[in-house]
C-alpha cells in the first residue's frame, strides 16, 4: 500500500509537472502576439472571431460570447480588421454559434458582407486551421480573451501562420472561474495534439474565397 501511495504521488507530481510546464511554454512564447489595445495592434485584412455560446445553460446572457463582439466590431470599425471570419461549434441545428455571432456584429454596425461564416469551428484548432486551408488566410488577428489567445496563436505559430491577436475584455473570476481552470488542461492537450498526435480540424472541404469588399 505504501508503494501503491508513493507512486501514485510521483504521478500526480509528474503530470502537475506537466501542465504547468505546457502553460508556461505557450503563455511565454505567444506573449508579444497579444494587444490589449487597439491603437496598437497591426492592422490585418481579416479578424478570426473564435466561437461562444450566446447564452449559458440557465439562459443568462454569455460574457465571453458579449465581449468578442464588442471587441471585433470595435476592430473593424477602427480598420484594424476589413472582414470577419467567424468560426463556431454547428454540431447541431438548433446550436449555431457562427450565426449567432455574425447576428451579433450586424447589431453592432458591421456590414453582412463583410462577415463569412465557418459553421465547422467546432475546437480552436479546427478554427485556426481552416482559417489557413479553407479560406486561404495565413496573416489575420485572433479575437478571444486572452487565454485563449495564447493558445491559438500558439497553434497557427506551429502552422507557420502569422497571426496577432486581440484581447477581448476579461470576464469577472466567479463568472469564469471553471473555464480558466479548463483552460490549463487545454493548453496542455494542444501541445499533444500538435506534437504528439498530429490532429487536423474535424471538417476541411473546398476553399472558400474571402471577397474584400470595404475599404
Known amino acids: 500500500m505504501r508503494k501503491l501511495i508513493k507512486w501514485?504521488?510521483?504521478?500526480?507530481?509528474?503530470?502537475?509537472?506537466?501542465?504547468?510546464?505546457?502553460?508556461?511554454?505557450?503563455?511565454?512564447?505567444?506573449r508579444n502576439?497579444?494587444?490589449s489595445v487597439?491603437?496598437?495592434i497591426p492592422a490585418n485584412d481579416i479578424g478570426l472571431v473564435l466561437g461562444a455560446s450566446k447564452t449559458l445553460k440557465n439562459g443568462k446572457e454569455n460574457l465571453f460570447f458579449k465581449y468578442r463582439m464588442e471587441a471585433a466590431a470595435s476592430l473593424f470599425k477602427a480598420g484594424k480588421i476589413r472582414h470577419?471570419?467567424?468560426?463556431?461549434?454547428?454540431?447541431?441545428?438548433e446550436y449555431d454559434e457562427a450565426t449567432d455571432m455574425r447576428d451579433a456584429l450586424i447589431a453592432k454596425g458591421v456590414?453582412?458582407?463583410?462577415?463569412?461564416?465557418d459553421y465547422a469551428g467546432f475546437r480552436t484548432l479546427d478554427s485556426v486551421v481552416r482559417c489557413w486551408k479553407i479560406f486561404g488566410q495565413k496573416k489575420f488577428t485572433v479575437i478571444s480573451q486572452a487565454f485563449h489567445n495564447q493558445r491559438a496563436v500558439f497553434i497557427a505559430r506551429y502552422n507557420d501562420l502569422d497571426v496577432?491577436?486581440?484581447n477581448a475584455g476579461d470576464v469577472p473570476d466567479?463568472?469564469?472561474?471553471?473555464t480558466r481552470m479548463r483552460e490549463y488542461f487545454a493548453k496542455t492537450k494542444a501541445i499533444i495534439d500538435l506534437y504528439l498526435l498530429n490532429k487536423q480540424p474535424k471538417f476541411l472541404g473546398e476553399e472558400v474565397k474571402i471577397k474584400m469588399v470595404n475599404g
Request: with cysteine; charged share 15%.
Open 164 to 166: 496577432v491577436a486581440f
Open 174 to 178: 466567479h463568472f469564469s472561474f471553471k
Open 33 to 35: 502576439k497579444l494587444y
Open 111 to 117: 456590414p453582412d458582407s463583410c462577415i463569412t461564416l
Open 84 to 93: 470577419i471570419i467567424v468560426s463556431g461549434d454547428n454540431h447541431k441545428k
Open 38 to 40: 487597439i491603437d496598437s
Open 8 to 30: 501514485t504521488l510521483i504521478f500526480c507530481v509528474i503530470i502537475c509537472i506537466m501542465i504547468l510546464s505546457c502553460n508556461w511554454w505557450i503563455v511565454s512564447s505567444t
